[in-house]
């Protein structure tokens, strides 16, 4: 990890069924720079975050809270940390599926 990394990644929703992975500041720079410019409102403050950890003023912690504050609010936030039932069903058989 070096020091533009985030501790743990934030989730975010693109479109219907994608989830984008945001783990880093050149992620979340890439993101914001992407968001579209009629709905950069005063939540957009999350890239100034960005580069005042970018630039060493705050810790990367805040830049990765302010992103994460700023997905929450445009309600693209993703929680990950409940894993879908597929994933933790018990296998049997060869194939893990039961019939």
Do not use: H
Not at 65 to 78: D, Q, T, V, W, Y
Request: charged content about 30%; hydrophobic content about 40%.
């Amino acid at each position: 990890m070096n020091d533009r990394t985030f501790d743990r990644p934030v989730f975010v929703k693109r479109g219907e069924f994608m989830v984008e992975e945001i783990e880093c500041l050149a992620d979340a720079f890439e993101f914001l720079q992407e968001w579209p410019k009629n709905r950069r409102g005063p939540i957009f403050d999350a890239s100034r975050a960005c580069q005042r950890a970018y630039d060493g003023q705050v810790p990367i912690s805040v830049a990765r809270e302010a992103f994460a504050g700023f997905a929450r609010s445009a309600k693209i936030l993703e929680d990950v940390s409940a894993a879908m039932p597929w994933m933790t069903a018990p296998k049997t058989g060869r194939g893990g599926v039961t019939a």
